[in-house]
DNA sequence: GCACCCTACGTTGCGTACAACGCTCCGGGA
DNA sequence: TCCCGGAGCGTTGTACGCAACGTAGGGTGC
């Protein structure tokens, strides 16, 4: 059985991640219960759950409230993407197994097809098949150390909404990153993979610090 | 007021740093809660965090154990910090200010005193002296989210116990890699202090792999 | 003799009630 | 008119009780 403090939080974080829940607001403890039709300890779990990943913050005896981040925030998990990314990757390029390799060149072909301009272009589809992509990649690199410490400051959020943000250049380039990086991989080639991802994430920011 | 939580928290914290709750032991609620003389439900959070620190793992229905880590764990862990540290140090380089440089000298200056061989030395006093250094440093590159990456991960407990397994000769190195660092810092040379956090991660790197 | 099931116990998960804290609004004084 | 203090309200923090899950032990059937 799974524990309605997991269902909660997955529920909340989904909310989040989704805009429902706009950074800033207030999360009252009652109000989340009653919407997800629980009582409010598993509620105060999930919280706690998320505060430590970083996706809210509480304040003791002021209840909690959706993380926001400035954008020298931003510039600073910037920062630490381009530490830690690249050398997942290049870790991934050593380990990547054939079938590995097949999931990440199709998330990585969808994601060049929805995100082609043209009236089939769905920039919120590709939200969740770029989260997928970059986990699988870091899945592969097989660091949990690393992972753990992307997770509780990356948080995809930020990054997973912007894709509206992107001019028709960046998302290219950025779309096309991910083939490429498949392709470095393919080659077992871990410092042509680092560099694609270095790209990448510079590519990314240069486009979040442009809109703010 | 602080809250029994966070009462709960740093107490338990301290034990698992400590070491008086050794890796791998259960960990009861109800165990906890009576030699806290407080609740279940404090106990209950307080775990939650230290789950998300790192510091506990919690299974589902089966209660909460401190974490242990493998050679392969600590190498990761390692490679983080390696990521990670010398980028702070390189950003402390540029912001220290007069206060911040005679703070952390005068950190380096006890670690070296009490560090030395001889009737004096004081292994377990350097602990916290260390945990201090580190912990400026990060305070002074003002990176926030660099900050909790490491926060989540180096895990200070692994790395604090070890000073008694450090040789001689790592031990003085690794002492004044600290004195060195600060005159690095104090010379805004990043390069150079980035260069010293390497070799500092390095050394300490040596020491948990030859004894493990 | 071995494997499986079933029962009983201890634990964790969740709900609910009460206590404590913070905020807001109103009133009094300077 | 502005500032300070206090009471009321809504919130979060903690305790406790019950239910559900996991585990270990003994018993039964093959």
Excluded: C, K
Aim: glycine letters at 6%; zero cysteines.
């Amino acid at each position: 059985m799974v524990t309605t403090t997991g269902r909660a939080h997955v529920a909340l974080r989904e909310s989040i991640l989704r805009g429902d829940l706009a950074p800033g607001a207030h999360l009252g403890e009652v109000e989340l219960a009653e919407r997800l039709g629980v009582s409010r300890t598993p509620v105060r779990e999930a919280l706690s759950r998320l505060a430590a990943e970083g996706l809210v913050e509480v304040l003791p005896h002021r209840g909690a409230r959706v993380s926001s981040f400035s954008p020298d925030d931003l510039d600073g998990i910037f920062d630490v993407r381009l530490a830690l990314e690249p050398r997942a990757t290049a870790r991934a390029a050593l380990r990547a197994t054939a079938e590995d390799l097949d999931a990440l060149d199709d998330l990585a072909r969808r994601m060049l097809e929805i995100g082609a301009p043209g009236p089939d272009q769905d920039l919120d589809a590709i939200v969740p098949l770029n989260r997928d992509f970059h986990a699988r990649l870091l899945a592969v690199a097989d660091a949990p150390a690393l992972s753990a410490a992307l997770a509780n400051v990356v948080h995809t959020p930020i990054v997973l909404r912007t894709f509206h943000a992107y001019d028709p250049a960046s998302l290219a380039r950025s779309l096309a990153h991910h083939g490429e990086m498949v392709a470095a991989l393919r080659a077992g080639d871990a410092d042509w993979a680092s560099a694609v991802m270095r790209s990448h994430i510079g590519n990314a920011r240069a486009v979040m610090v442009r809109n703010r």
